[in-house]
């Protein structure tokens, strides 16, 4: 998995450059992520990538909500990212899928995925998927002289 870093942090620089995906402002170099990917080398939060031709496409991690408060043990945080050659041909869904089974395992309970409103390719997968608009941040994503809503969509498992 740590050799997949540099791509992981390929995929989510793309994202940073966008503007459209992500509250990260400033790009990584694939040394900064390295604890962050190592965090989730565990059994419970882990990243998986998906691969087309033996390249790594795209990305799913699923992470701690609110990390070290335990009763928040059955509820992890979805975060994706697809390389931008690769929207839309059914990518994240099947990350989503093999995570789900994951969930299922580790006793997750519930998945919350936190992004822009505006971000209508990624409100309508999570909608497929079953997730719901869980909460609703107004205006508080300040990027590019824009203020966005950030919305929590979450699903029950």
Known sequence: MLTDNVRITDILNQAIE?????AILETFKPEDRLSWLQEHMGEKYIVYVAEIDDQLVGWLSLS???KGRQAFR???EI???IDYAYHRKGIAK???EK???HCRQYDIKDLVAFLYADNKASVDMLKKLGFTQWGLFPNTIYIHNRELDHVIYGKRL
Request: aromatic content about 20%; glycine content about 4%.
């Open 94 to 96: 099947a990350l989503y």
């Open 18 to 22: 966008a503007g459209n995906a992500t």
């Open 74 to 76: 059955h509820l992890a």
């Open 64 to 66: 701690p909500y609110r």
């Open 99 to 101: 995570a789900l089974e």
């Open 79 to 81: 975060t994706y990212y």
